[in-house]
């Protein structure tokens, strides 16, 4: 097997993690004050953002996110590298 798909394979449960990110944001399906564009938005945005974190692991490239008020980069392997600690909004 590919190097780079088993290694995407090991990190499956990191996309998994950063969908929790994602569902503050489907909250916004249930607001009337929000476009049909800003609802549509809101249930795409999940998937596409697992399909760039697989394809951007799957090119050995590391995935930078946000983690409790820390940017935090994940490699392909799984290896978190602390960034910046940002101040909360």
Known sequence: MNSRVEHVEH???EVQQMT???NHVKAVELDDRFSEEAKM???LAPKASME???DAW???LSVTVLEGGKIVSIAPDG???FVKEVNPL
């Open 11 to 13: 990190v499956e449960g």
């Open 20 to 22: 929790a990110t994602t």
């Open 41 to 43: 938005l809101a249930r």
């Open 52 to 54: 760039a974190v697989r």
């Open 58 to 60: 799957a090119r050995g």
């Open 79 to 81: 290896t978190r590298t």
